[in-house]
């Protein structure tokens, strides 16, 4: 009976190592093209005015993403200067980005995603692909990610040479330099409530 117990426990046991060593094993860009997959899926299968598919986007999309560390990256220098408002900034921050980003890639219908290249050192990755638009225009999309425990996640997209969180930063920046941080929660939120009407 003990025997069988142990034998059991075992089998488990190396089942999860097993397991857990696919998962850990998957590449960043295995990953991503599994969420972008499911996004196109997503897209090409919703219905014409479908008023599910910015949720069912939202689904798909939002954990691919490490918002914590793109708002932090985003906000740059002005990071540490708001400890008791970080959570606040990073909750309002993937609702305006995210948003955006979902908004975009909804419009996509006839755009066809090419995986071009992936470099890997140690926890941090970069995945390269482009866009390439019904007329056939391609568009460099690069994903920075880097891993955090089993996944693979976004921080950083460059598009045609420019990242979107240092584009952001600049932004962030001046709003600051010439308001407060009020005043770019309350941008933020105006442009947010914007991408939903």
């Not at 219905?47 to 918002?67: I, S």
């Not at 976004?154 to 010439?178: G, K, P, W």
Request: hydrophobic share 40%.
């Amino acid at each position: 009976m003990i025997g069988s117990i142990k034998r059991l426990v075992l089998g488990v046991a190396v089942n999860l190592c097993l397991a857990q060593g696919v998962v850990f094993a998957e590449t960043p860009m295995e990953q991503l093209q599994e969420t972008i997959q499911q996004v196109m899926l997503t897209v090409n299968g919703a219905g014409k005015g479908d008023p599910e598919l910015r949720e069912k986007l939202r689904d798909a999309l939002m954990p691919r993403f490490d918002w914590f560390e793109m708002a932090k990256q985003a906000l740059g220098k002005h990071w540490t200067a708001i400890p008791s408002r970080q959570h606040e900034f990073v909750a309002v921050f993937a609702e305006f980005l995210g948003n955006s980003y979902i908004g975009k890639i909804g419009s996509y219908k006839d755009e066809k995603i090419v995986f071009v290249h992936e470099s890997i050192e140690k926890n941090l990755a970069q995945v390269n692909t482009k866009i390439i638009s019904s007329k056939g225009e391609p568009t460099s999309v690069n994903y920075r990610l880097h891993r955090v425990q089993e996944e693979w996640k976004i921080y950083d997209v460059v598009v045609e040479d420019i990242s979107v969180v240092a584009n952001y930063r600049s932004q962030f920046n001046r709003i600051i330099a010439n308001g407060s941080f009020d005043d770019l929660i309350q941008r933020l939120k105006e442009k947010e409530s914007n991408h939903k009407n």
